[in-house]
């Protein structure tokens, strides 16, 4: 199994920008595929973004696309979410997910997909 640990949240300005990581232990983090997903208060957990194993393919949720970023340094074993441009609805506890790269990568967006999750950092937006 893989152990996650997500860093890197805090309160920040709307405008603002942070980089967020999640390291990896327990396994070689590169055999898995990744994600981020975020959770509101009194909201469902929503998908972020995602990232291929290999690192080649990247998704995001329509409403950070072109402001968030995806991206893996397996050698370091850790995922990384930089987030630019944040808006007080951004504001959120994100999570970072993993899957071995065994399985089929046909669901990166769906919370199901993934087995492994960490704790939790919580990022706030003040207006």
């Known amino acids: 199994q893989v152990q996650l640990v997500e860093s890197g949240g805090q309160l920040v300005q709307a405008g603002g920008s942070l980089r967020l990581s999640c390291t990896a232990s327990?396994?070689?983090?590169?055999?898995?595929?990744a994600g981020w997903f975020r959770q509101a208060p009194g909201k469902e957990r929503e998908f972020v973004a995602a990232?291929?194993?290999?690192?080649?393919?990247?998704y995001y949720a329509e409403s950070v696309k072109g402001r968030f970023t995806i991206s893996r340094d397996n050698a370091e074993n850790t995922l990384y979410l930089h987030v630019n441009s944040l808006k007080p609805e951004d504001t959120a506890v994100y999570y970072c997910?993993?899957?071995?790269?065994?399985?089929?990568?046909?669901?990166?967006?769906?919370?199901?997909?993934?087995?492994?999750w960490g704790q939790g950092t919580q990022v706030t937006v003040s207006s």
């Open positions: 990232i291929n194993w290999q690192g080649g393919a990247t």
């Open positions: 997910a993993a899957q071995s790269y065994l399985r089929y990568y046909s669901r990166p967006r769906e919370r199901a997909y993934y087995d492994y």
């Open positions: 327990g396994r070689t983090f590169t055999r898995y595929h």
